[in-house]
Each structure stands twice: as structure tokens, then as C-alpha cells.
């Protein structure tokens, strides 16, 4: 992973987003510049073994993490808690 400054709070929403099932890593990649590659690099070094492992077979091959494979026509999802994220800079 290149050298980015990234905070504390910045790591954990890079988690926090990597971890939704439909944030893709273009969103990632937009806020906080980190390419798939680079999420996958962070999650290794910032999970457990064993979730690592969890994370890595939910995303992938997962349409939803990757922008040009999804087919959600309806837009962007919003949860209804999103509101309450006060660190993520694209809402």
C-alpha cells in the first residue's frame, strides 16, 4: 500500500465502508483514494486472521462491490442510518 496519510477515523470508515455489502470500492476509491488493491492491503493488515479470511470470500467475485458488475437500477442504496455518519464525505 502506498504511503497515504490516512487518520485513525479514516481507517475505520475504509473498514466500516469495505465491510457493507453495497459501498463498491469505487465509492472507496473516491473518497479516500485507495484502489481495490489498496482496501485489500488495509483490511489484511487491519483485521484478525480469521475475519480477513471472512471479509476476502464475502467481496469476492460480489457484483455489488464492484460498480461496472452491478446491476442496481435503482440507484444508490442509502440505509436509513446513514444519516448519522458524520465522517463520510460523499453524502
Request: charged share 35%; net charge positive; glycine share 4%.
Amino acid at each position: 500500500m502506498k504511503n497515504k496519510s490516512l487518520t485513525l477515523i479514516d481507517i475505520d470508515r475504509i473498514v466500516e465502508m469495505a465491510w457493507e455489502d453495497r459501498t463498491p470500492f469505487d465509492a472507496i476509491e473516491v473518497q479516500f483514494g485507495l484502489k481495490e488493491q489498496e482496501v485489500i492491503a488495509l483490511m489484511r493488515n487491519e483485521l484478525k486472521p480469521a475475519s480477513w479470511r471472512k471479509w476476502r470470500a464475502r467481496v469476492q467475485g460480489r457484483a455489488t462491490k464492484h460498480f461496472k458488475l452491478s446491476h442496481d437500477e435503482q440507484g444508490r442504496f442509502k440505509c436509513s442510518r446513514q444519516k448519522m455518519i458524520s465522517y463520510n464525505k460523499v453524502t
